[in-house]
């Protein structure tokens, strides 16, 4: 376990003192678990991490995140009675009435009773379980990009595309309570085949795997290029080797870079005419390349949302980004 101290929110909020009632939130991921102590106000006081290694089991794991919330607690002097709430933001489809996880394929978990388990650890504190992309959009709508409006749809481009949406300050799961799984709405008919069984899913075409795949096979075509010059480089295609070669005034990274940022338009305007956001914010590592990213991305979108629809929705980058998980789940509260 890492275990990083940040110090109490007063530290980091000049003049308010410290806050009197805490929030646990747990980013429980396939790879990662990441606890965090937050403040009212959104603020880290102090975290951990560690591997999850979920081949040991629900139980286990569950156990050593509870051995890490108290952890968290002590070293900040906090005692269990000011802890509000304990979140728990995880891949997979939710029971949140049973604050439990029906499946999750990254964690091999099926009908995990989490809040049922951890009340053994902390029977007084209530436990609250959400998917971790639903997490991202209350992060971003509570107190990051997204706060200053109601309605908003948060889009973590990764190894897939995870999706959030909040409207009017609400989160919307739908009647089946499984939605959004915005990274499979179809955007290529008859295109690149999905491991949902579908073809052509948006997810294959902006995640961060997507792009790395549209970048490999730009290399094999191109191999005296710069593209493949940086590729050969670096040791492995990454999802910011497009953007750098384009950068260099590469042709065939440029060629790259300019069919992503139309798939990425083209599924953006789908989420403008399915749910009107006021802002669509973006996350996870593609996003890293900021305003190289988010102005060709904005005139794209505009080229292909209808003429009454274009600069009515706003775009930003993620606030949280590597935290967004901890603080949306540790705001669960607020959801329920």
Not at 47 to 54: D, E, I, K, L
Not at 108 to 123: K, T, W, Y
Not at 211 to 238: F, K, M, N, W, Y
């Amino acid at each position: 376990m890492r275990l990083f101290s940040t110090g109490c929110a007063a530290d980091q909020t000049a003049g308010t003192g410290c806050e009197s009632m805490f929030n646990l939130g747990v980013d429980l991921g396939g790879t990662t678990i990441k606890v965090g102590l937050v403040a009212e106000n959104g603020t880290i006081a102090a975290r951990a991490a560690c591997s999850t290694c979920p081949e040991r089991g629900a139980a286990e794991i569950i156990r050593e995140i509870a051995g890490i919330c108290q952890t968290l607690c002590d070293s900040q002097a906090v005692p269990l009675s000011d802890i509000n709430s304990i979140g728990f933001g995880t891949p997979g489809f939710i029971d949140r009435a049973r604050a439990a996880v029906i499946y999750s394929a990254n964690l091999g978990f099926h009908d995990v009773r989490i809040g049922e388990e951890l009340s053994a650890f902390f029977p007084q504190i209530p436990v609250y379980v959400e998917n971790d992309a639903n997490c991202a959009a209350i992060a971003e709508s509570e107190s990051g990009a997204a706060r200053a409006y109601a309605s908003s749809v948060t889009i973590t481009l990764g190894t897939g595309v995870g999706a959030g949406v909040i409207i009017e300050k609400k989160v919307f799961v739908g009647y089946s309570n499984l939605a959004p799984e915005i990274g499979h709405l179809v955007i290529e008919t008859g295109g690149e085949p999905c491991p949902c069984g579908r073809s052509g899913c948006m997810e294959r075409y902006i995640s961060a795997t997507g792009l790395i795949e549209q970048t490999a096979r730009a290399v094999c075509s191109h191999p005296d290029s710069r593209l493949a010059l940086l590729a050969h480089e670096d040791g492995a295609i990454t999802a910011k080797t497009a953007f750098a070669a384009a950068r260099q005034s590469d042709a065939a990274a440029q060629e790259v870079i300019r069919r992503y940022l139309h798939y990425l338009a083209i599924s953006l305007s789908n989420i403008v005419y399915c749910y009107g956001p006021q802002i669509i914010v973006l996350g996870g590592g593609v996003c890293n390349e900021g305003n190289a990213l988010l102005e060709p991305l904005g005139r794209e979108l505009d080229r292909v949302l209808m003429p009454d629809s274009r600069g009515k929705v706003a775009l930003a980058l993620a606030h949280y980004k590597n935290d967004a998980g901890i603080i949306g789940s540790a705001m669960l509260y607020r959801f329920r």
